[in-house]
């Protein structure tokens, strides 16, 4: 462990001397996305960042600030600028330009599992589909810490677990009800009193004991915004400064389909633009959906970096290639679909792809073989 973390750490300084070289000769940064395509858009753009690397090993490519934004009229013509300038520049082996890779560090403070708020964020249509997978998995374990944030009554779900909120939000995929839910989750997380705030979506599976590991190893009375970028450069937006002024802005963002973590610090002190009904107005403000708004207010408004960490999954990176081995250290997965192939974690048994399919349940068992409907004989 400490061998690798010695390679690491001298891969991140290599990588990191590689990255300001990139800085000085890289090319222009893409021109602002198109604010109303949505998140969808902007994962379909991701990166070798969001294309597995090793975890805590992703490129990324600075953009140096002020650098001329080029116009183009299309998003395929974005997308091919992007590309080019990823193989112009090459992803910086080993490398991140940030200072941390957000792997766990050694301890700062005990955390106990009701320090932490979880918000799970789903949708009516999937309390069968996706939610009961979950609720039959890594919730069960760790019901003290999850709050499921909805938008329709379900008494079946109600009987299961007492933490659904359902925060009225339309049930649309549309940026304005996600941000919707995202500022519920916010303001119930300031309610709650607690140390750490982590949102995931529906298809993500924690690995709680993981995520208590990491964030034990950060003070939560500290500015901490943990996660993984899906891009592999900051995020260009346009901002709304007023009536009829814009200026452009750039910052990364962690990925809302990996999820990410925000200590009480920081959340407290992202309450202007984030609590009560301010995180829609803020949303509106750059017309972004709800997890490039956090980065927004974290990054471009507080000046708080993100810290980038590899541990957190999406399914817009090859989830196949998080080692079997490591898979007690991940943080979160997830599955569903990455460049028109079905995409989950590679595992063998205790159920087969076909009676698992997000292979949650397989993981599941690897973490807690006392599950009851664990099979008692397998070998993993
Ligand atoms: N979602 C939602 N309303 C919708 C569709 C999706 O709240 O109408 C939630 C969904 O439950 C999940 C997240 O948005 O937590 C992302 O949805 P999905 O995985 O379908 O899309 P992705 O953006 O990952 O492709
Ligand atoms: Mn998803």
């Not at 998995?137 to 810490?145: C, D, F, G, K, V």
Request: charged letters at 20%.
């Amino acid at each position: 462990m400490l061998k690798r973390c010695g390679r690491r750490l001298l891969l991140a300084l290599a990588g990191a001397l590689l990255a300001c070289l990139l800085v000085l000769t890289a090319d222009p940064p893409p021109p602002p996305v198109p604010a109303e395509r949505g998140r969808r858009a902007l994962r379909s753009l991701a990166g070798p960042s969001g294309a597995a690397t090793a975890p805590g090993l992703e490129a990324a490519a600075a953009v140096a600030p002020g650098a001329p934004v080029r116009e183009v009229h299309s998003l395929s013509e974005y997308f091919s600028l992007l590309t080019r300038s990823r193989r112009d520049a090459g992803p910086s082996p080993g490398g991140a330009s940030r200072p941390a890779d957000g792997r766990p560090r050694p301890p700062a403070e005990p955390l106990a599992p009701s320090d932490v708020f979880i918000a799970v964020k789903t949708t009516k249509k999937f309390h069968r589909a996706r939610l009961d997978l979950l609720l039959e998995t890594w919730i069960s374990r760790h019901e003290e810490m999850t709050f499921i944030f909805t938008d329709g009554e379900d008494e079946a779900l109600a009987r299961r677990t007492g933490h659904v909120v359902n925060t009225n939000c339309s049930a649309a995929h549309s940026r304005q009800a996600l941000s919707c839910k995202m500022a519920v989750e916010y303001d119930r997380f300031i309610e709650s009193g607690r140390k750490w705030f982590c949102h995931v979506d529906d298809d993500n599976y924690v690995n709680v004991r993981a995520l208590l590991r990491l964030l034990g190893s950060y003070p939560h009375t500290q500015d901490v915004y943990l996660g993984k970028p899906s891009l592999d450069r900051p995020i260009q937006a346009t901002e709304r400064v007023s009536e009829n002024t814009v200026r452009p802005v750039h910052f990364w963002f962690a990925t809302g389909g990996a999820g990410f973590c925000i200590s009480r610090g920081l959340a407290l002190k992202m309450s202007p633009w984030a609590s009560g009904g301010h995180f829609m107005s803020t949303a509106e403000r750059i017309r972004l959906p709800d997890d490039c708004t956090i980065g927004y207010i974290v990054e471009a408004l507080l000046g708080v970096p993100l810290v980038r960490c590899g541990l957190f999954h999406s399914h817009l990176e090859n989830l196949q290639q998080v080692p079997a081995s490591e898979l007690h250290e991940q943080v979160t997965l997830s599955y569903g679909m990455f460049e028109n192939k079905r995409n989950a974690v590679h595992i063998k048994g205790p159920f087969s792809v076909e009676a698992d399919p997000s292979r949650f349940r397989s993981v599941h068992c690897h973490l807690y073989p006392d599950t009851p409907w664990c099979p008692r004989t397998a070998i993993f």
